[in-house]
């Protein structure tokens, strides 16, 4: 430390160095005295300078919630910390301090204006919260490397900077660099950049400068594929019929399901199971452009359900305005008169009449109120009952569809097993060869033992359990599983019976989501409405109540005072 | 169908009887018809003239007597074309053609006058009237629709009526000289304005028929001006709103249905009997408005345009009065009938009947029975195809009655003998004749003149009357034009006093409208401004004796309106009046709208400063789902405590009322620095009050001043006017003519003299080129060397003869009195400087001498008339 204050002891940030800060920087003269008065509320202050004062810990500034402008230059810092709850500040000055990293600012999401001048850094970053960060005052640091530059170009209202004092600046190239790089910059080193300098840096970096645009487009555009992407998704979620625009439930339904993928290999069941593919597909998409089109007839109820509401609310809230204005008006000429009049009884008398036009008024107010009110539950009611209907109508016709998914699965299902039995009965029978799908076959052909080549052609019916448990011995990872399967009747029925249930849950587990989330939502929302309602009632009442109270103490004051004089 | 064609059979026998009838009419009247016919074409002269004239000072026409009449003799007919003395053989043709048709028509139906068909034109010659049509389309923009060429011709045109109101006129002229003299009938006005519509495309035509007497006479004293007539405010129907599903039910109504019902009955009842009486009141006017009955009603000949829809989007058929340029439905009742019509290539006749005025007539010239037409195959709308079958056989019917169709199927109207109408743009500018036109309506009096021809840029006034004898004045409106302060309208209403100004845009002051009962400040006034030119964005400022009002719009503080209420002014010692005596505010009232950026309880929606009691009170902007708004009010007297320190600030010194109750407003030092901060706005808020009142005496002095001066402002565009363009265009025509007289000069011919020598005509040989372009180098050069030698003995001579007087100088030196000496040095001075100026001269002529010989050496050298040398150097 090369400063003055360097024999001087580190200062700690207590209540009492701030408290006599913020009175020192408070409001003077005569505000200054009200506010010593009253005392100053950390949250209340705006802005708040802590310089040449030592500190070496940032501390104890997590009451000043609104502060806007800290200065926190000349003293000893050497760490970024204890600002998280100051989200408000714009102005953040650190400069002269022994700050080695840029820590520490990630929640100073309004921060336009950040000094560093002056301290120990070597690398620009974390800085990624600052969106609003307009001047940015880095000079007398140690940044050496200039791919620094382009960490800045995320700042799109970055308009100053100041960099000179860094070994950076030093190379020759420095300016040039910047001004490509950070094209909509103005000033830099507290010099306005010319629109020739500008120009001229464009020209000499602008292969380096269109590559990175590029990619930077290239990131661009695949985010904003992926954002269009995640709100299709989200559309269709909220329709409650997201991913059946296609195969995926298909899919699903294979995914887990081995023994459905080992019997696909049969003869005639990748025709079958590709028209059933087909078939489900095709009552897929037709629940999912169902369930589009009730999705956006209920936003066409909700919608005129909320301008119905909005409009009766506005409405009665126009009546109320009208009526307190009227009243108003009244009470005004009245109040004047009583300060006019002289004798006390008249007083009396009209005080006693304003007061009656008080409660009058309250009753009206309340009357609007509790009209409001009724006529809303009626609508709200037979909102929930539409839509309670209009939901139970989408359940029911998804439910159906699916039930056409299941019989498309039974139907499959009962194919699968013929198919499956004939098989074995082939099998037992010992005509595999000509029936066996071409694959299976040349199974043993395409196997890597020498010595049984062309060996399947030689093996008649009667070889064929040795020919299995041979198999089963040399070639086990290929032609195990199908021909596991076709043991006996009751393996391969067991093996479809379990695929045909696979299938089906998977289908059952997506009617369920479905049901439950629609329902789910529909609850969730008249739920909401009532509750909205109820608040606003509450509000209302709440408001009249306190402006009925404030009328009459204002005329109990004025009776008050009348007494006194 | 069965039913149709009866009916046709029933019409056919009727009109077979008709024709028997006029056949044994015309066999009666045969010998004597076509004498007639004949006769009234040729003896049309001087003695049927006389005639007529005698005719017409019988009857008494009021408005006739005035103008001057539009006779022949006033005519110059020497300078018309050729075209307009005699007929071409087609005309010729048209006119036997036509004269054919009319006499078969009078055989047909004896009963009907006669048909305008060949009235004399200006040089008595008998022109076909459809040839008289001279479609044209006008160069000005402002003649390309109907309305606004109908209002040009009524304007432009004086009315001169018929020799013969019965009768149509004997002579029709070509519009070209009905423009030139300004000055016309009604045929000549239907002429012009079914000309110029033709020529912009509308489906027109002129029309031959009966018309009222206020018609006839152009009197409109029974017409309510049609720009005092306001404008209907269109009722917009309010759209019923379906009640949409969640529609709220309204509360149950307990009012009793009986007592309403009552109550309607009962208002029901008055309102009848007030409708009754008004009913009763207007008839009475009506009666005492109404006209004198005519005893002509029904005869009296007028011509007007009608103009059919289907063309340049007109949507149906109606007629323009040509004299008045107002437009009037084809039912109106002022048309009596209609005898004939005629475009520039067709004639018809109407062979309706005409009982019910014009109101049954049915305007499809394709249908024979309704139209007779006199040339066959024109592109004329055919009959509507519902009635083809009918047409078909009365054609037939017609065809033979009439018998014309051999001779003239394959005739078509021959052009127009007309020159093309042409108006000036300065006639057009003028439009009235002489700049100048009065029409008096029913109560109202409406005076046009041309733009620049009052010095204050009047062009109308419309003069509105109480009575029907227009004693009385109502209103005056005056409209302007060109005016430099950009005075557009002036309205004065004589009841209340109240003269209104309206502006256009671009006032200094950005005045829109001034309306005021005296100049004199601090009186009653509204002015309204252009608030987007204004900088602070006023739109309203309004005045009585106590109050100033003024609205705001589009300011970034929001403020939209601002009220102050004055004291009388305290009388003060005379000391003071010199100064301005602002008069003491007692309140300001200024109001905001939302600022959308605040929240609703910060944001303050009115604030009233009472300067008298000390007081501030503000009421902020309300929530949107709130029914109250928050109040404070500030009492800023300053007082002192019982210690005698001044206190600073105290709870009672602000009262408030929140809406929602915040804590931070709570405290005494926000409540301070709200109070001081609206003292200072205090302070702005009386100094623009005061500064309100100063602009509105600067306005008032500026209105004076432009009153008084009423300069006009003249286009650039305006060649004629623009006095400064003009000057600048004839500087530059100076310029112009002396560049082309040096350049002239510059362009001497240096071969001339030596050209002259040779015999002129012949080519030059290459011998007598080179000769030619040696001689004059060589006389070039001499002259250069005159020059030279001319300058050089000026120099010597100047040189000697200052050597001379500096020796007598020397000489007589002694003796010399200082007068002579100083006229000796004066001399030596302009000498020396006679001598430097010739030798500078002489220098530069040694210098240019070469050159200017080059130059010329190269000048001969392409020079055309050698061509010889280039051909051999080539």
Avoid at chain 2, 227 to 249: C, D, G
Avoid at chain 2, 731 to 754: G, I, K, N, S
Wanted: glycine share 2%.
């Amino acid at each position: 430390m090369n400063r003055l204050c360097d024999s001087m002891e580190p200062k700690v940030m207590d209540d009492d160095m701030l408290k006599l800060a913020v009175g020192e920087q408070g409001p003077q003269e005569e505000a200054g005295q009200l506010a010593k008065q009253e005392g100053i509320l950390f949250k209340d202050v705006l802005s708040l300078q802590l310089d040449f004062r030592n500190i070496l810990r940032i501390d104890n500034l997590w009451q000043f919630e609104n502060l806007r402008k800290l200065q926190l230059d000349n003293n000893i810092i050497e760490k970024i910390e204890g600002l998280e709850n100051l989200t408000h500040l714009v102005w953040l000055d650190l400069s002269f301090n022994n700050i080695e990293t840029i820590e520490g600012l990630d929640t100073l999401v309004n921060l336009e204006d950040l000094s560093l001048f002056n301290n120990r850094i070597s690398k620009i970053d974390s800085l990624d919260a600052l969106i609003k960060l307009q001047v940015l005052s880095l000079g007398n640091n140690q940044i050496d490397n200039m791919m620094n530059i382009v960490y800045l170009r995320r700042f799109k209202c970055l308009r100053t900077l100041s960099l000179s004092g860094n070994p950076i600046s030093e190379a020759e190239d420095y300016k040039m660099f910047i001004c490509a790089y950070l094209p909509d910059l103005v000033y830099l080193d507290f010099r306005r950049i010319d629109d020739h300098t500008k120009e001229l840096a464009e020209a000499k970096h602008q292969y380096s400068i269109d590559e990175l645009k590029h990619r930077e487009n290239l990131m661009q555009v695949r985010l904003q594929d992926e954002r269009a992407r995640q709100e299709e998704l989200e559309k269709h979620k909220t329709a409650f019929v997201e991913h059946l625009n296609g195969s995926f439930l298909f899919d699903s339904m294979y995914a887990e399901d081995s023994e459905g993928n080992k019997l696909s290999y049969l003869p005639g069941v990748s025709e079958l199971l590709e028209a059933y593919k087909d078939k489900f597909v095709i009552i897929c998409v037709n629940i999912f452009e169902y369930g589009l089109k009730q999705q956006e007839k209920r936003k066409i109820e909700l919608d005129t359900f909320s301008e119905c509401v909005h409009e009766a609310i506005q409405e009665n809230q126009e009546q109320g305005k009208c009526k307190i204005a009227q009243f108003e008006e009244k009470h005004l000429s009245s109040l004047s008169a009583i300060q006019e009049e002289s004798e006390l009884p008249n007083i009396e008398k009209m005080i006693l009449e304003c007061s009656a036009d008080v409660s009058e008024l309250f009753n009206e107010l309340m009357m609007l109120e509790m009209q409001l009110v009724e006529q809303l539950e009626e609508t709200i009611n037979m909102f929930e009952r539409n839509i309670v209907d209009m939901v139970g109508l989408f359940i029911e016709n998804v439910q159906s569809l699916m039930a056409q998914c299941r019989d498309l699965e039974n139907h499959h299902h009962e194919k699968l097993l013929e198919i499956s039995i004939s098989t074995l009965e082939k099998i037992v029978k010992g005509d595999l060869d000509e029936d066996l799908p071409d694959d299976l076959r040349a199974v043993p052909m395409c196997l890597a033992c020498p010595c049984h080549s062309d060996f399947s052609l030689t093996i008649s019916s009667w070889e064929r359990p040795f020919f299995i448990s041979f198999l089963e011995n040399h070639c086990l990872w290929i032609t195990r599983p199908i021909y596991q399967l076709f043991v006996d009747k009751d393996t391969i029925v067991n093996a479809v019976g379990a695929s045909h249930d696979i299938h089906l849950l998977k289908i059952d587990n997506r009617e369920d989501e479905l049901v439950t989330r629609i329902n789910s939502w529909c609850t969730r929302l008249v739920d909401k409405i009532h509750k909205d309602e109820i608040m606003r009632n509450r509000k209302r009442v709440k408001e009249i109540n306190q402006y009925i109270d404030h009328m009459q103490s204002e005329l109990d004051n004025l009776e008050y005072s009348d007494i006194l004089d | 169908m069965e039913v149709l064609r009866e009916k046709v059979e029933e019409e056919e026998e009727a009109e077979r009887e008709e024709a028997a009838e006029r056949a044994e009419w015309a066999r009666t009247e045969k010998m004597m018809r076509p004498v007639e016919v004949r006769k009234e074409e040729t003896t049309l002269t001087q003695e049927m003239l006389r005639d007529l004239e005698k005719k017409l000072s019988e009857i008494q026409i009021p408005i006739s007597a005035e103008l001057p009449a539009f006779t022949k003799d006033t005519i110059d007919i020497s300078k018309l074309p050729v075209s307009y003395k005699t007929n071409t053989p087609k005309e010729e043709h048209l006119l036997q053609v036509a004269d054919n048709f009319s006499r078969q028509y009078s055989h047909l139906c004896p009963d009907r006058v006669p048909l305008f068909l060949h009235p004399l034109n200006e040089c008595e010659v008998p022109k076909f009237v459809s040839t008289t049509l001279r479609p044209t389309l006008m160069p000005y923009p402002e003649l390309y629709n109907w309305d606004s060429c109908a209002q040009f011709v009524s304007d432009f045109l004086t009315m001169v009526p018929l020799p013969d109101p019965l009768k149509p006129p004997s002579h029709l002229y070509s519009s070209t000289t009905v423009l030139n003299y300004q000055k016309g009938n009604c045929f000549d006005f239907s002429t012009l304005l079914c000309s110029m519509l033709i020529g912009s495309g509308y489906d027109a035509y002129c029309v031959n028929g009966y018309g009222s007497l206020d018609l006839c006479h152009m009197d409109l004293t029974r017409e309510v001006c049609p720009l005092t007539v306001k404008p209907k405010e269109t009722v917009q129907k309010e759209e019923k709103v379906l009640p949409k599903k969640y529609t709220i039910r309204p509360p149950r109504d307990l009012c009793s249905r009986f007592e309403q019902e009552q109550e309607v009955k009962k208002q029901q009842e008055i309102r009848a009997q007030e409708k009754k009486q008004l009913r009763e009141e207007e008839e009475r006017l009506m009666e005492a408005e109404k006209a004198k009955p005519d005893a002509l009603h029904g005869l009296r000949v007028h011509s007007w345009v009608l103009v059919l829809s289907g063309k340049r989007e007109v949507p149906e058929n109606f007629f323009i009065d040509a004299f008045t340029g107002h437009s009037y439905s084809t039912q109106d009742e002022r048309f009596l009938g209609i005898e004939s019509l005629w475009n520039h290539k067709n004639y018809w006749i109407n062979m309706q009947d005409c009982w019910n005025c014009c109101k049954d007539l049915i305007f499809d010239l394709g249908d024979p029975v309704r139209w007779e037409y006199m040339l066959l195959g024109t592109d004329k709308s055919q009959l509507s195809l519902t009635e083809e079958d009918d047409s078909g056989i009365n054609d037939e019917d017609d065809v033979e009655n009439l018998g014309k169709e051999d001779e003239d199927k394959s005739f078509d109207m021959p052009h127009s003998w007309v020159e093309q109408i042409e108006i000036s743009p300065e006639a057009f500018e003028t439009r009235c004749p002489n700049g100048k036109k009065v029409i008096q309506y029913k109560r109202a009096k409406l005076e046009k003149w041309a733009p620049y021809l009052n010095s204050n840029g009047l062009v109308s006034r419309l003069t509105t009357y109480e009575d029907l004898e227009c004693t009385n004045i109502l209103e005056i409106k005056e409209w302007y034009q060109n005016r430099e302060d950009m005075l557009e309208l002036k309205h004065i209403n004589k009841t209340t006093d109240l003269k209104t100004d309206y502006f256009k845009p671009g006032h200094p002051q950005a005045l829109r409208v001034h309306s005021y009962k005296s100049m004199q400040p601090e009186m009653d006034r509204v002015i309204e401004f252009y608030e987007m030119a204004r900088v602070d964005g006023l739109i309203k400022r309004e005045e009585t004796a106590r109050t100033m009002t003024e609205y705001y719009q589009g300011r970034p503080d929001f403020l939209s309106y601002r009220h102050a209420n004055f004291r009388p002014r305290v009388k003060k010692l005379a000391l003071s009046s010199a100064e301005s005596n602002p008069r003491p505010i007692v309140k300001i009232t200024e109001q905001f709208f939302r600022n959308p950026a605040k929240p609703a309880e910060e944001d303050v929606a009115e604030r009233v400063f009472l300067l008298a009691e000390e007081r501030i009170q503000l009421r902020y902007h309300c929530r949107d789902d709130h029914i109250t708004a928050s109040k404070r009010e500030f009492l800023r007297r300053t007082e002192v405590d019982s210690k005698g320190n001044k206190i600073i600030m105290t709870p009672d010194m602000c009262i408030s009322f929140e809406v929602e109750p915040m804590e931070h407003t709570k405290k005494l030092l926000y409540q301070y620095e709200a109070m001081m901060h609206l003292k200072r706005e205090e302070k702005l808020s009386r100094h623009q009050v005061w500064e309100s009142e100063l602009e509105v005496l600067e306005i008032l002095k500026l209105r004076e001043e432009e009153e008084a001066a009423h300069a006009l402002t003249i286009s650039i565009y305006d060649t004629k006017r623009n006095e400064k363009s003009k000057e600048y265009r004839e500087a530059m025509e100076r310029v112009m003519h002396e560049e082309h007289l040096r350049q002239v000069e510059t362009q001497l011919d240096y071969l001339a003299p030596f050209l002259a020598q040779l015999p002129p005509g012949e080519k030059l040989t290459r011998w007598q080129a080179v000769r030619l372009k040696d001689e004059c180098l060589s006389d070039f050069k001499q002259r250069l060397i005159n020059k030279a030698n001319l300058i050089q003995a000026r120099f010597e001579k100047e040189t000697q003869e200052l050597q001379k007087k500096q020796q007598w100088y020397q000489e007589n030196q002694v003796t010399l009195t200082p007068e002579d000496e100083d006229l000796y040095l004066s001399y030596c001075s302009q000498a020396m400087f006679r001598i430097r100026i010739l030798e500078q001269r002489l220098n530069r002529h040694k210098e240019l001498a070469p050159l200017k010989y080059l130059a010329l050496e190269e000048k001969l050298y392409k020079d055309p008339r050698l061509g010889e040398l280039q051909k051999i150097f080539a």
